[in-house]
Each structure stands twice: as C-alpha cells, then as structure tokens.
Nanobody, 117 residues
Framework: QVYLVESGGDFVQPGGSLRLSCVASGRILSTNVMGWYRQAPGKQRELVAQLTSGGRTNYGDSVKGRFTISGDNAKNTVYLQMNSLKPEDTAVYYC???????????WGQGTQVTVSS
C-alpha cells in the first residue's frame, strides 16, 4: 500500500502563485509515475502534470508554461509550482502515484486551490 498526502492548497488571487507538495510513503516501487490531477465541481478529473522516475515530465495543455512539476527522490516527494494562477485553475488538486510495472494506482486526499479576487 502507498499513502499520499498533499499540502499547500490555499486561497489566492489571480496572477498569484502556490506550491503544492505530495509526500509518498509505504510500499513504493522503483519505477513509478507521479503526478498531479485536478477536479472542479461537475468536471472530470484532468491531468495537470506527470513526472516519471526517469525525470520526464508531461503537462496538461491548460497549464503548460505556468506550472512546473518536480520531485525529490530522497524524500519521496513531488511538488507542483503553480504560477500565474487563473480562476479556472480553481479545483481540488490530487496527487497520484502509479507503478508502471507492478500493480498500484494511488491517490491522495486532495488539497483545495481557490483562485479568486
């Protein structure tokens, strides 16, 4: 079992920045994809950013150039730096860990990001 805990969500004005953190613990395998997804009320959960164990990144089109995903392997932590935030970024942001070889697809509890004046 893998446990993911997100933090860093907040209420922020448009144009502001936030940094989300996700700490993974438990039975973590070597080959993983970690990422951030978000879900607004009435909407499907959508990809924000992914980071593979090899360091490759992938971003949703709506956040390219504004958000940056990074990780600290020693701390089993992934971050999401969110800049130039827009009201449409308002959502619950979820951390995800998926092992690309063995079974396992895990989610954190989510952290609320609200972008509003």
């Amino acid at each position: 079992q893998v446990y993911l805990v997100e933090s860093g969500g907040d209420f922020v004005q448009p144009g502001g920045s936030l940094r989300l953190s996700c700490v993974a613990s438990g039975r973590i395998l070597s080959t993983n994809v970690m990422g951030w997804y978000r879900q607004a009320p009435g909407k499907q959960r959508e990809l924000v950013a992914q980071l593979t164990s090899g360091g490759r990144t992938n971003y949703g089109d709506s956040v390219k150039g504004r958000f940056t995903i990074s990780g600290d392997n020693a701390k089993n932590t992934v971050y999401l730096q969110m800049n130039s935030l827009k009201p449409e970024d308002t959502a619950v942001y979820y951390c995800n860990l998926r092992n690309t070889i063995g079974p396992g697809d895990y989610w954190g509890q989510g952290t609320q990001v609200t972008v509003s004046s």
